[in-house]
C-alpha cells in the first residue's frame, strides 16, 4: 500500500509539474488571427507541401493561425505599422501543436527521408539537426505566443507551390529561390542555415535592413527575437510560458 501511495504522489507531484503539454485542451483565449488582424497574409507552410518535411504535418487540420489574444492583438500593432508604409506581415506557422512537433522528431530520426534537402537544409547533415538546434523535442510554438512570419508588400499574391519545380539552396539570391511575395531577408523561410541568423554580417545591406524593421516592430510590440532565426518571434509577456499545448490546428 505504501508503495501505490508513493506511485500516487509521484504522478500527482508530474501532472502539477512545469513543462507539460495539455492534451487536446484548447483555451478560451486563444483566437483565430484572421479575426483580430484580416489584412495579415497566411502562407501556413505546414498546413502544405512546401516545407523541410515536404507534406503536411500532423495535427495541422485547416490552414488557420491560432495564438494567443494577446499574441494576436499584439501583432496587429505591427501591422498598423506596415500597412502605412504600403506592407504587411505574412505568418508562416503559428500556434503548433506538440503532435507536430513529435511529427518532426520522427521525420529528424529517419535518416532516409531527405525530399526536401536541397532546398532546405543542403549544408547540414540531417543526423546533426538535433545537436545543431534546428530539430527539438519542444517548441515556443506549442505555448500559444509564438510565430513566425515576415513582410510583403499590401496587395501582393503569395505564389503558388509548385512541387514539381527545381529544388534551390535557400540561400541562394531571392531572384533564384522558390518564389515567396516576401521582402528579401537573405535566406529563404525555414532555412537550416548560419545565414539565417538575424545578426549574420553575410547578407546584404537591404537585407539587413529588412530584417531590422521586421525585429524593431517586433520588439516594438513586445516580442522577443530568436538569435537563430529571423522570423520567429515569441511574446516576451506569453500568458502560458510553462505549458505545451497538443490541441489540433482548426477552426
Sequence with gaps: MKQLYALLAIISAVCSAKNLWADDHRPKD???LNAIA????HDLRYFYDHNFVGRRIDGYNAPVCLLTGQAAQALKSVEDHLLPMGLTLKVYDCYRPQSAV???ARWAKNLHSMKMRTEFYPEVKKDQLFNDGYIAYRS???RGSTVDLTIVPAGSKIPTYDPKRR???CTSPATQRAPDNSLDFGTGFDCFSPLSHPDSQDVSPQQRANRLLL???MVQAGFKPLDTEWWHFTLEKEPYPDIYFNFPVED
Excluded: K
Design 102 to 104: 513529435d511529427d518532426f
Design 167 to 169: 529544388q534551390i539552396n
Design 140 to 142: 515556443g510554438h506549442s
Design 38 to 41: 484580416p489584412e495579415i497574409q
Design 30 to 32: 486563444f483566437v483565430n
Design 215 to 217: 525585429q524593431s516592430l
